[in-house]
Structures are given as C-alpha cells and as structure tokens.
C-alpha cells in the first residue's frame, strides 16, 4: 500500500440558519478530522488535505475540551494543513488508498457538485481503495459515477446524518436537501441508528458514519480494508 489517505474538507464557510438569511459561520466538524486522523496516523498512513476551492478552510465544532481536538489544534503543523488545504488539480488519485469525507453542514453546499472530487474519489475506488465519509460529508459521495455510469452508491448500505438528527439541531428545513433522501434516489439503502448514536455500516470499500460519533469508527473501518487480505499490495492499477 502507498500508506496515503485524502481526507476531504469543505471550502465553504456559512450554514443558513433562520432569522440569518446570510447564515451562520461553519466549516469542517473537528472531531470528525481529528479522530479519523488519530486512528490513521497512528496506525503509520500518511494524510493529505483537500478541499473544494484548496488553501484555507474553516472549523465548526471547536471543543477544545476533546482532548483529540486539543492535541491537534495546538499542532502548528497540522492546523497549518487544514489551512493551506490542496486543490483538486493537484491530486494524483493513484497515490491514495483511500479518500475520506468529512463533515460539517457547510459540506451540503459545496460537495455535491464538484466534479473534480468525484472523479478522484471514483478513481481510488475503482484501483481497489476505499472510499469514505462520515456524517454530512456522505454529501461528497451522491454524485461519484463510476467509468460504467452507475453511481457509487447504488446498490450499497450507507449511513449519513438523518432526518431525525436534522430536526434535533434545527436544521430540518434549512438544509438545501435531505442526505437520506438523495443518497436512496441513488439507489443506496440508508441505514439509520438512534439520534447522535455510532453507526458505521460497511458495504464492499465504501465506509459510511452516521454523525461526529461515529467518526473513531470510520476509521476504524478503512483501517481494517486497508489491512485486509483483500488489498495486500495496495489498490490494484
């Protein structure tokens, strides 16, 4: 394996909120970076930053009383990447074994429709890697399209924030679309556990997480593909 993993961040920077047409400020969700990354880093892979418009992102989330969050906030080095984060032109999808989406409810602006991560992400897919997202960041993965023309998602089990979970926050009727939804118009089957629960559900290398808790356990998931007889000698030219 080339021990790399692209973690992708969202550019955007606001959620719309009501009685705040102009929004509010958000980003990526910390703890939905720092405990992948821990998991990852720790296990000897290497992480690369990317997002959508590439250099600086925002953070939501800042509980510094994590301490995961802690000892990578005060990381000059790897706050330093969530803020020069890569283009998308400047990524080889063949040195990656493995792409992960993070989330955040600024994803749900900026993901869907970038064309460029899609097509990295279908690439690592199809040499074999993993693909993967937790929480909002599922909204990264509704329009992958793989080189046969099917969606990524179609025929797979996922997990993503639900309905259930919208409504508790708030945000039922300001998101722009419901992940559940648009992800089973993909033909997924979406898989939900009780509001703000772990839930990780595996289908053949795709890795879902229903929200921030289930971020250890993503991870922990592509962790165990990566390390599978299935991909000994890294994804497959």
């Known amino acids: 394996m080339s021990q790399r993993i692209l973690f992708v961040l969202t550019s955007h920077d606001r959620k719309s909120v009501a009685n705040a047409p102009e929004g509010v400020p958000s ?4 703890s939905e970076v720092t405990h992948p990354h821990k998991v990852l880093t720790e296990a000897g892979f290497s992480i690369d930053f990317v997002s959508p418009k590439g250099g600086k992102t925002h953070v939501d989330g800042l509980n510094l ?6 000892e990578f906030w005060n990381d000059p080095t790897l706050r330093a990447a969530t ?3 890569l283009a998308p032109s400047q990524i080889d999808p063949d040195v990656y074994d493995a792409i992960f989406y993070a989330g955040g409810h600024a994803t749900m602006w900026d993901f869907p429709d970038n064309a460029e ?3 990295i992400a279908a690439r690592i897919y199809e040499r074999g890697g993993v693909v993967s997202a937790v929480c909002h960041g599922a909204a990264g993965l509704m329009n992958i399209k793989l080189s046969d023309g099917r969606y990524l998602v179609t025929g797979k089990k996922v997990s993503a924030f639900t309905h259930d979970e919208e409504r508790a926050v708030g945000l039922y009727d300001i998101v722009p ?11 997924a089957k979406h898989l939900p556990a009780a509001n703000f629960e772990a839930q990780v559900v595996v289908s053949d290398r795709l890795v879902t ?3 921030p808790a289930s971020a250890k356990g993503v991870a922990e998931a592509i962790l165990s593909l990566l390390v599978s007889s299935t991909l000994i000698g890294g994804p497959k030219p």
């Open 83 to 85: 803020e020069n984060t």
């Open 117 to 119: 991560l899609a097509s």
């Open 177 to 187: 679309f419901l992940l559940a939804d648009v992800l089973e118009e993909r033909g």
């Open 65 to 70: 009383n994590d301490p995961v969050n802690a």
């Open 209 to 211: 997480g229903q929200n």
């Open 27 to 30: 980003g990526f969700y910390l």
